[in-house]
């Protein structure tokens, strides 16, 4: 991925509200003086199409079947994804974790394409502790696929991403994102 295009991110993130600056609890508890919404940044034409296409080019030369979202944060990452790799000519499948199996229906779990022994990357919009990430790693393992790699658009730096990496996987962010709020792209600093 290219620098500007994680600059381009960064700066349309701050454009719609995705990136803000204040008091802030976390999903996971901890106090933060800044929230990331990757959601609001990938509802957004440019964002979801910027975010896409610098996952795809992050997948390149990886033996990736298909990239997996984990619930909600990953869904439109996915969707992204798999439209730019259609644009460009290398179609990657796509698939939704669900937190539980469905109750009805056909009971599944995993929603696109998914089957046993696929190979795939995940995609979520930001790490923390890593504990969502953790369960969609979790749910692909217990349904015998294989992760070959994750990729978040913000790293917080505040463990998941550590643990994961201490864990074996292949874990890479678009954006650094620390504690402090400064924002890290290819080593420039940024704040606000």
Known sequence: MKKAT?????EIAREVGALLYGDFTLSSGKKSTYFF????LTASPEGAYQVGKAVFDKLAGLDVDAIGGVPVGGYPIVTAVAL???LEGKPIPSFMVREV???HGTKRQFEGYFKEGVRVAIVDDVITTGGSVRKTIEAVEAAKGKVVKIITI???HEGGSDQLKKDGYDFTALIDLWPSGEATIGGALGKG
Do not use: F, Y
């Not at 994680?6 to 960064?10: C, D, F, G, H, V």
């Not at 919404?37 to 609001?40: E, F, L, T």
């Open 101 to 103: 199996p469905k109750e």
């Open 84 to 86: 730019v790799s259609h």
């Open 6 to 10: 994680a600059k381009r991110i960064l």
């Open 37 to 40: 919404d990757g959601k609001r």
């Open 154 to 156: 913000v790293d917080r």
